[in-house]
C-alpha cells in the first residue's frame, strides 16, 4: 500500500470513528428525551388524582406571627419541614391538618442561610412524604406543587421542572429548582413532588411580572434533606469556611466576545483565616476541590457550604499557569 492510499485509510478510519461517537450522543440524548416524553404521554388526570390523594393529608396550614405558609411531614413522628420566614423565630406556632386537627407546634430549629425550618407537633396517625433524590430530577420532569396559597387551603397545581441550578434568589446559599407549577403566597414551605409523591423540593419564593407571568422556585430536596437532619440534631446548621472572597472571571478579547471561565477567582484572603493558613493567595484561580471540579463562584460557595467545620479539602489552584494541590482544614462559616 504507497503512502497515499494509507493517509486515504487513516482518513476514512477517523470520520468512521467520529460518526459513531456522533451516533451514540444522539441516541443517548434521544433516549433521555423519549423518558421525559413517556412520562408526559403516560399521564392522565387520573395520575394526578392519585399523587394528590396520596400527598395532600402530609400538608399542613402554618399559623406564625400573624402570617400563614405551609409545611410539608416528612416523619409520622410529627417532623414537619416548611420555611424559616414562616416561622421566624416564632414562639407560638400554630399547625392545622387536612382532617381540621389543630395543635401547637415546638420550633426544633431555623436556617435563615438557606430558608429552611424544622417543627414538630406531638399527633398520631399521621402521614409522612418521603424525599426524593433532587440530583436526579430533570428539566421537563412534570411536578405537583401543593400548599395553602391566599388561605385556600390544601391546594394543588402542576407543571414541569423548568431549570435547575438557580442561583438568583434571596438567601445566601442559592440553589433552586424553577418550575411553573403556580406557586402563590402561601405556598411557602409547603413540597413539590414528583409523580411518585416524593418530595423534589420546598417552595420558597416566586418572581412576577405583568408581562412575563410567575416563575416559582424551590429549595433542592437533597439540601433539604441535609438541613433537616442537622437541625433535628443539634437545632443549628455548621457550614465549612474557607476565608475567601471570590468572583467569576469573564474573558473577553477586544471584540467583546468570548466565555465566562470555569473556576473561581479569589479577590481577597481573610488573614490567619483556613485559606491563608494553607498558602492560599489572592489570585489564585480555584478549579477543584477533592474531586467537584468548581463551575463558577456559586457552585464553591455551596460545595464548601456542605462540608463540615474542621473537615480537610484538597484545594487545586491555578497560580500564574501553574497548577498546585493545598490541604485545607475549614472553618466554621460565621
Do not use: C, W
Not at 460557595?301 to 485545607?328: C, F, H, Q, W
Amino acid at each position: 500500500m504507497n503512502r497515499k492510499n494509507f493517509m486515504h485509510l487513516i482518513v476514512g478510519l477517523l470520520v468512521v470513528l467520529i460518526s459513531l461517537q456522533a451516533i451514540g450522543v444522539y441516541l443517548s440524548l434521544e433516549k433521555k428525551e423519549q423518558i421525559i416524553k413517556d412520562e408526559f404521554v403516560g399521564l392522565n388526570n387520573n395520575d394526578f388524582v392519585q399523587v394528590a390523594q396520596k400527598t395532600t393529608s402530609s400538608i399542613v396550614f402554618i399559623a406564625a406571627n400573624g402570617k400563614s405558609g405551609s409545611g410539608v411531614i416528612v416523619r409520622n413522628d410529627g417532623i414537619i419541614v416548611t420555611n424559616n420566614h414562616v416561622i421566624d423565630k416564632s414562639e407560638n406556632i400554630t399547625v392545622r391538618l387536612l382532617d381540621k386537627r389543630i395543635f401547637r407546634a415546638e420550633l426544633i430549629g431555623g436556617d435563615e442561610k438557606a430558608d429552611i425550618a424544622v417543627i414538630k407537633i406531638n399527633a398520631d396517625n399521621l402521614t409522612s412524604l418521603n424525599f426524593a433524590d433532587s440530583d436526579k430530577v430533570e428539566v421537563g420532569q412534570p411536578v405537583i406543587a401543593l400548599g395553602n396559597p391566599f388561605g385556600y387551603d390544601f391546594t394543588v397545581t402542576t407543571g414541569i421542572i423548568s431549570a435547575k441550578h438557580r442561583e438568583r434568589g434571596p438567601t445566601d446559599y442559592k440553589d433552586f429548582i424553577q418550575t411553573d407549577a403556580s406557586i402563590n403566597p402561601g405556598n411557602s414551605g409547603g413540597p413539590l413532588v414528583d409523580l411518585k409523591g416524593d418530595i423534589v423540593g420546598i417552595n420558597t419564593f416566586i418572581v412576577t411580572d405583568e408581562k412575563t407571568g410567575e416563575l416559582g422556585f424551590a429549595i433542592p430536596s437533597n439540601l433539604v434533606k441535609d438541613l433537616t437532619e442537622q437541625l433535628l440534631e443539634s437545632g443549628k446548621v455548621e457550614r465549612g469556611y474557607m476565608g475567601i472572597v471570590v468572583r467569576d472571571v469573564v474573558d473577553i478579547n477586544v471584540q467583546g466576545e468570548g466565555k465566562i471561565l470555569e473556576g473561581s477567582l479569589i479577590e481577597d484572603v481573610l488573614i490567619k483565616g483556613p485559606a491563608d493558613k494553607a498558602g492560599i493567595k489572592k489570585g489564585d484561580f480555584i478549579v477543584k476541590i477533592d474531586n467537584s471540579t468548581i463551575e463558577n463562584s456559586n457552585v464553591l460557595r455551596n460545595l464548601i457550604a456542605s462540608y463540615k467545620p474542621g473537615e480537610r479539602v484538597l484545594v487545586t489552584v491555578d497560580r500564574n499557569g501553574t497548577l498546585m494541590d493545598l490541604e485545607l482544614k475549614l472553618g466554621t462559616a460565621p
